[in-house]
């Protein structure tokens, strides 16, 4: 619902705010004031197309602010959540457009694009008037309020299931055949390369190792040449061994009894055990040293075998028994494939005829629903001044499958006998638009979420009891939509609930457009000017007055 709007430096608007209630509002003003300045200003904060012109002269911008309760519309507020840009109980749409014609738009206070604003804004209000771009008239719309007043829903909810189950399988399916047309040139060079690795009969651990005994035995002389030099300064007659235990034997026959005595000789055991314990390691290694020029060329020719074959495949040499499960794994998917596609098309085929199935249903009550709402379209709009007037809903097959079904709706209209009917985006006059919008609306009314609809022309070229009629239709829809309309009709503006009156002053050689909502009295004075538009005498007051007694 929208509840606030707010107009700066917007065409001949200085400051204005307008706070809006539920119900019905009727918009009015003589004939000339700019009551389509606040159509115009609401179709731009919901991505209209900005231009300079809109920027009052002699200012640098022009800012509109809509502030709309969205506790009831449940799809924009799921919009929002979607965009992170929800708010609890509101959304405020802010457009702003430059002296030089550039503009910025924001949900939320968040910058967002034009066409952000157009999306959430198809969810927050309906704008039926001349020259714009009315949601009635997208295919998309129409096909959704023929199924919202057939009550579709849960036949519509399977359709979508079923169609979304299919698509994700056929591509399943589609990815398997192509990966599976080109695995016979796969098999036989995954093959290749399991046989060369798998030849290698490479053991875990193998290449670590055989490196590690390579450079061993690459190192022979040197590691020889290391230990029995260092066995031999251990235990040579002159060596470690020597040295310590002579060194011990000293100190044990000083018979020395201070600590630093007692330290040191403790230290010096500890020492010739450690060296004991070295000269053991180094004599157990040299006698157990095999240097064997033929097993140094083994494990040379066996680690360039490894290295090579490694190579070639572009991985490490200690990455090979990996490489070779990942091959072999692969080998076995593709294997697997035959089988997988059968099961695969088996399922689609099923999907097909649970979704041509439940899309004939869905058909069938589209087809049986078009026509009731064909008839009570048709009914509405003669009684509003299209005398001879039909409705058609047509119903035309898609070429393939989708997720709203086997068919498009589409809403014609025939306004001259003898005429072919026309689809309802060809009709001419704004004001008939408006009307068979109208009539639309108000049938779907119930089926309808809770939203803002906005009515100009709606009384174009009627009067009378046609007039009253629409004010009736008006007032109606407004039990469970938000309804305004601009309007020149006082039969139309008495059945509203709240009125706002348009004036243009011009002050200081300067045009200015204002707005106010109207109290009880005004609005008697307001609708007796509207009846005749000359001065207004006690009995035009009185008529008035009984006009807004009679609302319903």
Not at 274 to 303: C, G, K, M, V, Y
Not at 364 to 382: E, G, T, Y
Request: include cysteine; proline fraction near 2%; charged fraction near 25%.
């Amino acid at each position: 619902m929208l509840t606030h709007l707010h107009l700066q430096n917007f065409a001949i608007i200085d400051d204005l705010e307008l706070s809006f209630s539920s119900g019905m509002t009727a918009i009015t003003g003589e004939t000339g004031v700019g009551k389509s300045i606040i159509i115009d200003a609401i179709s731009l904060v919901l991505g209209g197309r900005a231009a300079s012109d809109w920027v009052k002269h002699g200012e640098k911008r022009a800012t509109i602010t809509l502030n709309v309760d969205i506790r009831a519309l449940k799809d924009a507020a799921n919009w929002l959540a979607e965009h992170e840009l929800d708010q609890e109980e509101e959304c405020i749409l802010r457009r702003t457009i430059s002296a030089e014609g550039k503009s910025s738009a924001f949900i939320n206070g968040v910058p967002t694009t034009t066409q952000n604003l157009r999306n959430l804004g198809t969810l927050l209000i309906h704008l039926h008037s001349q020259h714009q771009s009315q949601q009635l008239l997208q295919p998309k719309e129409q096909l959704h309020l023929l199924d919202q007043f057939g009550k579709h829903e849960s036949l519509l909810q399977a359709v979508e299931k079923t169609f979304a189950e299919l698509q994700i399988t056929e591509k399943k399916l589609k990815s398997l055949i192509e990966k599976n047309q080109s695995s016979t040139q796969r098999i036989e060079f995954l093959q290749f390369q399991v046989n060369e690795i798998e030849a290698l009969e490479l053991k875990p651990n193998e290449v670590d190792e055989l490196e590690q005994e390579y450079k061993q035995l690459s190192n022979a002389d040197k590691i020889l040449d290391a230990g029995k030099s260092s066995l031999d300064m251990i235990d040579d007659e002159t060596g470690i061994t020597h040295l310590l235990n002579q060194a011990i034997h000293r100190l044990e026959q000083s018979k020395e009894s201070s600590a630093a005595f007692k330290n040191a000789l403790t230290a010096l055991n500890q020492a010739l055990i450690n060296t004991e314990e070295a000269s053991s390691e180094l004599n157990h290694f040299l006698s157990d040293f095999d240097l064997d020029p033929e097993r140094l060329n083994f494990i040379d020719q066996r680690l360039s075998t490894i290295h090579q074959v490694a190579h070639k495949h572009r991985v490490q040499a200690s990455e090979l028994a990996q490489f070779l499960e990942t091959m072999q794994t692969e080998l076995a998917e593709i294997a697997q494939g035959d089988d997988l596609i059968d099961s695969l098309k088996k399922s689609v085929e099923t999907l097909q005829q649970q979704y041509d199935q439940q899309a004939k249903q869905l058909s069938d009550a589209r087809i049986q629903n078009a026509k009731k709402l064909s008839a009570a379209v048709s009914q509405h709009i003669q009684n509003l001044g299209m005398p001879k007037g039909q409705f058609i809903v047509t119903l035309q097959a898609r070429p393939a499958r989708s997720a709203e079904g086997a068919e498009k709706a589409q809403f014609d209209i025939n306004l001259n006998p003898g005429h072919a009917a026309q689809p309802l985006a060809k009709v001419a006059s704004g004001g008939e638009l408006s009307r068979i919008s109208l009539a639309i609306y108000t049938i779907t009314a119930k089926q309808q979420p809770t939203t803002t609809l906005i009515f100009d022309e709606v009384d174009a070229g009627i009067g009378g009891e046609t007039g009253n009629i629409v004010g009736k239709l008006l007032r109606q829809l407004a039990k469970s939509n938000q309804v305004f309309c601009i309007t020149h009709l006082a039969q139309v503006a008495a059945k509203a609930h709240h009125h706002v009156v348009i004036h243009k002053e011009v002050n200081k050689k300067q045009t200015q457009t204002t707005a106010m909502k109207l109290t009880e009295e005004e609005r008697i004075l307001e609708i007796a000017r509207m009846t005749t538009g000359k001065s207004i005498t006690d009995e035009m007051k009185s008529h008035a007055k009984a006009m807004l007694e009679n609302m319903d």
